[in-house]
């Protein structure tokens, strides 16, 4: 009898009505935030997977479907889709624009032992934003991954924590060595908790429950950098409501992460179905230049086995505005406004980097974006917004409810 592999499942109708679904309402909230789609290669080169993700983590060593092909190239089925989306960013020269906003859905293959909520493939959706260093883009990243669990009526816990960065992370892994090889025998696991300490907190093992409770945290090891990314970003977390959960064990399975991290999870399932985080030097280390990366993946079968119905979506937002503002005070003014258009299906992009005005309308003007709203002190306090007609620089005040109500 013919059948398919194991872990690797088909999908039949009426199931697939509830992917098609899903699909067209998770690349709706996207493009409400400006993200344009990115469709890549199932197959990329091995070594893409084995640098960038790390070859201490499980998928780069253990898991990937690997072959080596007639003319003797290694390629390998993409397990995940921050890689090969950074690949085609650097080779198509993406990075002539200071912010690029990409989204991706498809299948990801890892060769795990299949068990529930675990298959060999699966299927993610992703979104990965270049080009801010700001903390501006993490928050408007949580917002968006908010929006898509508001939308499916899922409750959604988000876990946060910073890893720091390449000053500060190293002298925090020297200390969880030194705090890990005083406390765990000499074993193969010790040998794995050498190579890389922030396996400690993976480990399902009881008898590591309270060495890892009494490791030392990473947030005491920030620099003043990292330190201030991580308290800007739960600043604006708070007071938009997004309702993290501060997390110090959370480590995230690869290399590639730096500073923010994150990882959600929907009832009282421990399996997350989504995680993410920045990726400031990725791109670099692929040979591109030093341009940060935020992004995350939801999986979908995963996020399917929480949801019972899903509701039925327009797919493209009415309108896009480019959203500026006068200075870094009125970011959380902007976002509210930004937030307030996309639950009325209008679409918004903000310059994550904020900064000069002039220098905001530049990056209108690249994205080729004709409608611009402006965001000052003036308009916060009376409720309006500038309206600036790019082509012809025409300027308006006109009433933030106008621009609502289309
Ligand atoms: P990761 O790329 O490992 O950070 O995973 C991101 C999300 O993809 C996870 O939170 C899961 O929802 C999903 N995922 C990862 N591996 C699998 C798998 N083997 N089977 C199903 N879903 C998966």
Not at 223 to 251: G, P, Q, R
């Amino acid at each position: 009898m013919v059948r398919n592999p194991k872990g690797m499942r088909d999908i039949l109708p009426p199931e697939t009505l509830k992917w098609r679904r899903l699909e067209i309402l998770l690349s709706k909230v996207a493009l409400l935030y400006g993200y344009g789609e990115i469709r890549t290669p199932i197959l990329e080169f091995s070594d893409l997977f084995r640098k960038g993700l790390g070859d201490q983590s499980d998928v780069a060593l253990k898991e990937m479907y690997e072959f080596v092909d007639k003319n003797d190239d290694v390629l390998a089925l993409r397990p995940e889709g921050t890689a090969p989306v950074a690949r085609a960013f650097i080779q198509h020269h993406l990075y002539d624009s200071p912010m690029v906003k990409l989204f991706y859905d498809g299948p990801m293959f890892r060769r795990e032992r299949p068990q529930a909520g675990r298959y060999r493939q699966f299927h993610q959706f992703g979104v990965e934003c270049f080009g801010i260093e700001e903390p501006f883009v993490d928050v408007e990243i949580l917002l968006l991954v908010k929006r898509i669990f508001s939308l499916l009526g899922s409750p959604l816990t988000l876990h946060i924590n910073s890893l720091g960065c390449n000053e500060c992370r190293p002298r925090y892994m020297d200390a969880l060595r030194r705090f890990i090889a005083d406390r765990i025998p000499e074993d193969e696991e010790l040998d794995r908790f050498m190579k890389n300490p922030l396996k400690l907190f993976d480990s399902k093992n009881p008898e590591h429950s309270i060495v890892k409770s009494e490791a030392p945290k990473i947030t005491s090891f920030l620099c003043d950098d990292c330190k201030e990314h991580y308290e800007t970003l739960m600043d604006f977390a708070s007071k938009l409501n997004l309702d993290l959960v501060e997390d110090n064990e959370l480590a995230r399975g690869f290399d590639y992460y730096t500073r923010t991290v994150f990882e959600g999870y929907v009832g009282d399932d421990s399996l997350a179905v989504i995680g993410g985080g920045r990726y400031d030097h990725l791109v670099a280390y692929y040979g591109g230049p030093d341009i940060p990366g935020i992004g995350f993946a939801i999986g979908l079968e995963r996020l399917l086995t929480t949801l019972d119905e899903i509701p039925k979506v327009d797919s493209e937002p009415t309108k896009t505005y480019f959203l500026a503002t006068t200075g870094n005070d009125m970011v959380m003014a902007a976002f509210t406004l930004a937030e307030l258009l996309r639950s009325n299906n209008i679409g918004v992009i903000m310059d994550l980097r904020q900064g000069k005005l002039q220098k905001q309308l530049k990056l209108a003007d690249k994205m080729e974006i004709e409608n611009v709203l402006i965001m000052g002190e003036e308009e916060y306090k009376n409720n309006t917004v500038t309206v600036r007609n790019m082509k012809t620089g025409e300027q308006m005040v006109i009433p933030q409810e106008a621009v609502i109500n289309g």
